[in-house]
């Protein structure tokens, strides 16, 4: 999902302050005091927090601490057949579905949770920022049935359930049915490594209306287009960190699934088109023979083909005459399925080169009258399918799908919700999370922070030039402060009112920094095979720092801990220059509490004198030259660093502290020293 974020910058210190300077309200660049007025050393923290969750799964050896899935990892795979019909009169869909539940834990499930997200459409749950296009009675779940035993969805729990006493379940129950998270509580457990099969009968009514604010909060334009998402009830995820996912869902945030197959078969009117993830297994009895050539000739060409045209839809012409049309899709090793239905799409398609796979289509479905959005919407995705797959992994499914429809911005497996706009960036979310599952409602950063750092790279690529991520690190000292700002592992769902940032804005900035430390490239290299490694599986957060350790061969564990745990920033300065002789002393200072290594841009005069060489120097031009210090300057916990330029009798005309903008810095004008 894409948001506009707007960050408003403004920060006030109650702080006793040395030296320091006010520009709006703002306290820049201070050395903080203590008691006795003393210059206060920092306790610079080197390591990373271990959650219970994360212990857990080095001690079962799942996880391992070098950033890999350990030994024992395992994860529950979930099979769906899913049978749906959609009433346009009513805008209801009726559905029945059977999932197969591969319990490849060592764990007895107790309990199944399961995920009914349309029950935030009814009035009486909770949401976040969230709000429907109209109230529904959401989910309605009319029978669920496990490993052969019927479940009464009108029993009420045992008194013991409430009082936390509940030791035997006599007889299984369901506890929320009218949540966006139902429990039910087994009597016989679903025991280790088996397999039981989960069937359910459901239907649910899809919003619409001009009331809906926020993704997702509108599924239908009147009884004209349907896009249903999250429309099925699903298994929560189990995992072996925290066993049953239960954050209720809120709106905002987004996913943690199970991976697992998708056989689904969707009844629609005659003459209604159907997209969705997967394949279409029975197009000779949904489509004509026309279509079916055209569809055949798309991977033949890069021009673009239009498989249903505007005078070619209805019955008869591109699909054949059927009372009703049943479309059948099939997907394998995929964490959701979403579709699209019309009775007035138009159907365009292309084709996009795969590294190492070749062709795969690319669809769009949409309405005539919003032609213009999508006139560069299979360029878009084309592109995006092609960089990122050369960037990081091959795209790994069979096909793309663009669907019109109100929510404009969001993605699904193998689809994306999306016209040209937004294209791009849902393109990506093909790799996170859908070819690697991390856990989106907890960890938004994981999945929507990578999305906006590697779509700098893509518009760069896209637009024919190199790509900078100059600037943003040092962009983040205006946020650092804020005390509505929650750090990066604080759980996404109740992220607030910095929910976009936290998700979407902040790691672009952490990657910029990273990169000023190890290198842009070394920072990509590691990136992809951080994917290679983790591929159809769920990484941690405590997974991608300790691989990205070890493939760039460095304990950037201090790093981590500043930028997910903390909201701190690293507020350098250029104290003081004094000219010894050959040599000049430069006295750099941080007033914040993230440490940084220490950049210096040093420009020299023209003239005669030999620059000499430093061993931490590289001369980016005749004149000019780079300096570095490591980070590790500072784990003493001094706040001021003496760095010595020996670069002979030549003068030094000015000097810029972290030149290229990436570490955190509320006030970069500090950051330049120039000489008489």
């Known amino acids: 999902m894409k948001l506009q974020i707007i960050i408003g910058l403004l920060f006030l210190s109650c702080y006793t302050v040395f030296g320091q300077t006010q520009t709006n309200g703002t306290l820049l660049n201070t050395t903080i005091l203590n008691d006795s007025g003393a210059l206060q050393k920092r306790a610079i923290r080197k390591n990373i927090p271990l959650t219970n969750s994360i212990q857990k799964a080095y001690r079962s050896g799942t996880r391992d601490t070098s950033g890999r899935p350990g030994a024992n990892y395992w994860q529950l795979k979930t099979d769906y057949a899913i049978n749906a019909a959609l009433n346009p009169a009513t805008q209801t869909i009726t559905g029945s579905e059977t999932i197969a539940v591969h319990n490849n834990s060592g764990d007895t499930l107790n309990r199944v949770v399961l995920?009914?997200?349309?029950?935030?459409?009814?009035?009486?749950?909770?949401?976040?920022?969230?709000?429907?296009?109209?109230?529904?009675?959401g989910m309605v779940v009319t029978r669920i049935k496990i490993d052969g035993n019927e479940i009464d969805l009108k029993a009420s729990p045992p008194p013991q359930f409430y009082q936390g006493q509940m030791a035997k379940i006599e007889k299984s129950f369901v506890f929320n049915l009218d949540q966006t998270v139902a429990t039910v509580f087994l009597a016989k457990p679903i025991?280790?490594?088996?397999?039981?099969?989960?069937?359910?009968?459901?239907?649910?009514?899809?919003?619409?209306?001009?009331?809906?604010?926020?993704?997702?909060?509108?599924q239908r334009w009147d009884s004209k287009l349907f896009q249903p998402t999250q429309w099925y009830p699903r298994l929560a995820k189990y995992d072996d960190l925290s066993g049953w996912d239960t954050n209720i869902y809120l709106g905002p945030s987004e996913f943690y699934n199970n991976y697992g197959r998708f056989d689904v078969k969707i009844e629609v009117p005659a003459g209604w088109i159907v997209s969705g993830t997967g394949v279409l297994q029975n197009a000779n009895e949904a489509l004509a023979p026309f279509v079916?050539?055209?569809?055949?000739?798309?991977?033949?060409?890069?021009?673009?083909?239009?498989i249903v045209k505007e005078n070619e839809r209805g019955i008869g012409k591109a699909l054949l005459a059927r009372d009703k049309n049943v479309w059948h899709f099939l997907a394998e090793e995929v964490n959701d399925f979403a579709w699209a239905t019309s009775n007035q799409f138009v159907w365009r398609a292309t084709r996009a080169n795969i590294p190492t796979k070749g062709y795969v289509p690319v669809h769009m479905f949409y309405l005539p009258e919003r032609a213009n959005l999508f006139e560069k919407a299979g360029k878009n995705a084309r592109h995006a399918l092609e960089f990122y797959s050369k960037l990081l992994i091959p795209y790994a499914f069979p096909q793309l799908t663009l669907q019109d429809g109100p929510s404009a911005g969001m993605e699904y497996p193998m689809v994306i919700n999306s016209n040209q706009g937004a294209a791009d960036h849902e393109t990506f979310h093909q790799w996170i999370p859908m070819m690697m599952g991390t856990n989106e409602t907890r960890y938004g950063w994981m999945d929507e922070g990578f999305n906006e750092y590697t779509n700098v790279l893509s518009d760069a690529d896209a637009a024919g030039k190199p790509f900078s991520i100059d600037r943003l690190g040092q962009s983040y000292g205006n946020i650092s402060g804020n005390e509505d700002e929650p750090m990066l592992m604080w759980n996404a769902n109740y992220g607030g009112t910095f929910y976009g940032f936290q998700t979407y804005g902040k790691t672009s900035m952490m990657f910029s920094m990273l990169g000023g430390i190890v290198g842009d490239d070394a920072m990509n290299a590691a990136l992809k095979k951080y994917l290679e490694t983790w591929k159809f599986k769920h990484p941690s957060p405590w997974d991608f720092t300790f691989f990205m350790n070890k493939e760039l061969g460095r304990d950037l564990n201090w790093f981590w801990y500043y930028w997910l745990f903390t909201t701190e920033a690293v507020n350098g300065s250029i104290k003081n220059v004094i000219a010894q002789a050959d040599k000049t002393q430069v006295i750099v200072h941080q007033a914040?509490?993230?440490?940084?290594?220490?950049?210096?841009?040093?420009?020299?005069?023209?003239?005669?004198?030999?620059?000499?060489?430093?061993?931490?120097?590289?001369?980016?031009?005749?004149?000019?030259?780079?300096?570095?210090?490591?980070?590790?300057?500072?784990?003493?916990?001094?706040?001021?660093?003496?760095?010595?330029?020996?670069?002979?009798?030549?003068?030094?005309?000015?000097?810029?502290?972290?030149?290229?903008?990436?570490?955190?810095?509320?006030d970069a004008k500090d950051n330049v020293w120039t000489g008489k």
């Open 592 to 666: 914040g509490e993230m440490p940084s290594p220490v950049v210096l841009k040093v420009e020299f005069a023209d003239g005669s004198d030999k620059i000499k060489a430093m061993p931490n120097a590289k001369m980016i031009d005749d004149k000019t030259a780079i300096v570095r210090w490591s980070e590790d300057v500072w784990f003493t916990g001094d706040r001021d660093f003496q760095a010595t330029l020996d670069f002979g009798k030549r003068p030094i005309t000015k000097i810029t502290l972290d030149p290229f903008g990436r570490f955190p810095d509320a």
């Open 115 to 137: 995920r009914l997200d349309h029950n935030i459409y009814r009035p009486r749950v909770p949401r976040g920022f969230s709000v429907p296009a109209e109230t529904t009675d």
């Open 191 to 218: 025991e280790a490594r088996s397999v039981v099969n989960i069937e359910i009968d459901w239907s649910t009514k899809l919003p619409g209306g001009e009331g809906g604010q926020g993704h997702r909060m509108t």
């Open 292 to 306: 079916r050539e055209r569809l055949a000739a798309v991977l033949k060409t890069d021009e673009e083909v239009m």
